[in-house]
């Protein structure tokens, strides 16, 4: 709309003169810009535009700027490596995932890139290496994982044993189960499916 067409118009011009901003409060103003109009072009799936934007927040950043400004250093590079896998440059993910795993100060700031990552490495038909950081990470989440894991056999038979379970449960008993709240299991179950996801669809390539 309007609105959006402004944004995009007043960050490019703003962006090509950024060489004559000098001052580290106007850059920053410029980089937060930059992320509203890259996370606006990723909500218009321009996955091309959304990574300039996004780049050029990234290089307004001042030094020492994950001390200084850590929710936007945060969200800048986490927002990137999202609209570069999006992109298939998935070089770019790993430098970018790998800046934000070394200087985010709370395991939870990781979890968004730790996603991006594995999702970029099943791409990449990495595999091994996706599914041995999605473990990882559950683990680190508190879940317990088995290991090594049990046959396949196994739980094929739990699967049954569940879907039978399940469709032996009336409507109203399910809707009666009590939601899940705890944070961390439930960020383990997303990264469950991711790993699901990756290992059906890459797997049979």
Not at 195 to 205: D, E, M, R, S
Request: aromatic share 8%; charged share 25%; glycine share 6%.
């Amino acid at each position: 709309d309007t609105v959006d067409d402004v944004l995009f118009i007043l960050v490019d011009q703003l962006n090509r003169g950024k060489r004559c901003i000098e001052e580290d409060n106007q850059r920053i103003d410029l980089a937060v810009l930059n992320l509203r109009a890259g996370k606006k072009a990723m909500s218009l799936a321009t996955f091309l535009g959304a990574a300039s934007y996004l780049k050029a927040g990234i290089n307004l950043l001042c030094d020492g700027h994950w001390e200084r400004y850590y929710d936007l250093s945060l969200q800048l590079y986490s927002s990137y490596a999202e609209a570069e896998f999006c992109n298939g440059h998935f070089q770019e993910v790993g430098r970018a995932t790998g800046i934000v795993i070394k200087h985010a100060t709370l395991f939870e700031d990781k979890l968004r890139v730790y996603s991006t990552l594995i999702k970029s490495l099943a791409g990449e038909s990495k595999l091994q290496s996706a599914i041995d950081i999605g473990i990882k990470v559950i683990i680190d989440l508190g879940v317990k994982f088995p290991c090594p894991p049990p046959p396949k056999n196994a739980l094929k038979e739990d699967m049954i044993k569940l879907k039978i379970k399940l469709e032996k449960t009336a409507d109203a008993e399910l809707l009666n189960y009590k939601e899940m709240i705890d944070t961390k299991i439930i960020a383990a179950m997303k990264f469950l499916q991711i790993l699901l996801c990756a290992t059906f669809y890459f797997g049979n390539q």
